[in-house]
Nanobody
Framework: QVQLVESGGGLVQAGGSLRLSCVDS????????TAWFRQAPGKEREFVAA????????YYADGVKGRFTISRDNAKNTVDLQMKSLKPEDSAIYYC?????????????????WGQGTQVTVSS
């Protein structure tokens, strides 16, 4: 069974970088599409980035293209999100999600497996 645990969040100044990691302790998500979503206070959870199980296809929200990079290491059961040039509006709880590919990789309804989230705060 997929069991996702995020880490790497924290407080950083605008323009700084953070690297988030998502580990599947159940060691089964290597064949799943894995995504990062985020949710700021008072806002809906929104898509950030996704990666197919092979790592050959990646997808990004327009607001993070060129700043964020998603990658995976199936041997280690990890998916990372490298975030650069962070902005205050990037502040949110970041969630890792996984499931079989459905085509709607940007939708929360496409994922049945979720982590607990990790807080990212970007100060101005």
């Amino acid at each position: 069974q997929v069991q996702l645990v995020e880490s790497g969040g924290g407080l950083v100044q605008a323009g700084g970088s953070l690297r988030l990691s998502c580990v599947d302790s159940g060691r089964t998500f290597s064949t799943y599409t894995t995504a990062w979503f985020r949710q700021a206070p008072g806002k809906e959870r929104e898509f950030v980035a996704a990666i197919r199980w092979s790592g050959g296809s990646t997808y990004y929200a327009d607001g993070v293209k060129g700043r964020f990079t998603i990658s995976r290491d199936n041997a280690k059961n990890t998916v990372d999100l490298q975030m650069k040039s962070l902005k205050p509006e990037d502040s949110a709880i970041y969630y890792c999600a996984a499931d079989r590919y459905s085509g709607r990789y940007y939708s929360t309804s496409s994922y049945n497996y979720w982590g607990q989230g990790t807080q990212v705060t970007v100060s101005s």
